[in-house]
C-alpha cells in the first residue's frame, strides 16, 4: 500500500487501513459513482438504504479519504460558498436564504447520521465563531448577520470582544459572530466510517480504481486498469478533480489551501487561552483562516492563502511560504505559544466554480450527475449531497432536488492559459483587500 501520511495530520494519525482491492474483470451496476469521498460515499449509502436491491459501486483512484475529503479542518457549518453577502449580490435574497436553510439541514443531517450509525470520527458538537480581528471585519461580519437576519434567519447572534474573549481569549479578537450549529470531526476517520456504513448497506466499493475512460451509448462503460464496469447511471462525485473530466473541465478551478497542527497543547497552554468549550472558528478575511482543537488538544490551522493549478496538475499540496505564514499566525492569536513547535503541514484541493457558488448538475442527460464548487464549506453540504443525488438517481421530486443549485447553470472557466490568468487574478484581488483591512494589525 501507498504511504499517504504526507496527505495530513488525519491520514497520518489514522492508525492501521486495508484499503478494498481494485475492480478485476468485468462488473455490471445500476450505478456507478467515481469518487470515494464525503459525496459518493453518502450518495451510495443512500441509494442502498432507499433501494437495497440496487447494484451501486464507488469506484475511488486512491484510497478512501485521500482527496479533500481526508485533508480538510473537519468543521461541519452552515456557511454556503464563501460568505452570504457575496451569495446575495450573485443570486439575490431569496436564494441566499434557500442556500443558509440548505445548509442548516446539512450540519443537521451529519449530525443525525452520527448518532444512528455511532459514527467514530472524534465527533463534537461545539458550535462556531467567526471572529473579528480589525474594526473592517468587525463591520464585515456585523453586514453579513443583517443580512441574514433581515431574511428571517435566527440562530446566529453578535457577540462583543469581551464575551468571545471569555470564551477564547485571543488579544486580536474584536467581536464575532456566535452560531450553535457546527459540529468538529477527523475527517479522515468520517470517511472511512461512511465507507463502513455504505458497505454494511450493501454498496461495493473498490479503491486504488481510477477511471480511465467513460463511454456512453446506451449505457456507461468505465474502464479502469483491471476491468471495466458497465452502469445504468454514473455520478461523477469528483468535486476538486472534476476539471480532469471532459464536460466538467470548464466549471470548477482547484485552489489548494494549506493547513498546520501544533504539538498538543499542555494544561497550562489550554488555561491560558481559555477555548474551554472548543468551538470552531474562522476569521473574516476573504483568504480565510480556520482554526479548531484536535481531539488530543493540537492547534489546527488552514488557510491564509491558497496555491493555484495550472492544466491537470493536481500537486500542490505543499507551500513553505504559506505553512511560514500560518505558524506565525497561530502565534499572533495566541501570543503564549510562541516556540511551540508544529508537527504536519499539508495541502489539499478545494473546488471554485467562477461565481463561487456549489452545484449539482447533469452531464449530457439526467443519467450522468456531478457535483461540485463546495469553496472550502463542504463537510456537511457533501453529506446532504449524497442524500440529494440519490434523489435525483431515482427521479425522485423532493425538496431536496428543488434546490435552486440544481442543475443551475454555471459560468465557465476559460481555457487555460486564461483560467490561470483569471484565477490569480481574483486571488491577487483577494488579497490585497485583506491586506487593507489589515492594516495596523501587528506583525
Sequence with gaps: MKDYS????????????????????????????????????????????????????????????FGASGRNGGFSMTLFGLEPAVTKSLFGQQRTVEAHRYMERAVDYVDALVREHKIQSDYEFPGFLRAATTPGYVKRIQHDLEILTSMGVTGIEWIEAEKIRAEVDSPLFLGGWWEPRCGLLNPAKQAREL??????????????????????????TLRTPGGTITAEKVVFATNAYSHLIPGLRSKQVPAFTHMVVTEPLTDKQLTTIGWKNRQGIEDARNLVHYFRLTADNRIAMGGSDVSITYGRNMERDLNPRTFADLERDVVRLFPHLKGIRFTHRWGGPVSVPIDMAPAIGFLGDPRAIYSLGCVGHGVSMTHLNGRTIADLLQECKTDLTEVWFVNRKMIPWPPEPLRLLASQAIRVYMRVEDAL???????
Design 195 to 220: 465507507k463502513r456504513i455504505a458497505q454494511k448497506a450493501g454498496a461495493d466499493i473498490y479503491e486504488e480504481t481510477p477511471v480511465l475512460e467513460i463511454k456512453r451509448s446506451p449505457r456507461f
Design 6 to 65: 504526507d496527505k495530513s495530520f488525519w491520514l497520518a494519525t489514522y492508525g492501521e487501513y486495508t484499503p478494498n482491492p481494485p475492480v478485476k474483470g468485468d462488473l455490471c451496476v445500476d450505478v456507478a459513482i467515481i469518487g470515494g469521498g464525503f459525496t459518493g460515499l453518502a450518495t451510495a449509502y443512500n441509494l442502498r438504504k432507499d433501494d437495497p436491491g440496487m447494484k451501486v459501486a464507488v469506484l475511488e483512484a486512491e484510497v478512501v479519504g
Design 437 to 443: 483591512y489589515e492594516r495596523g494589525m501587528p506583525k
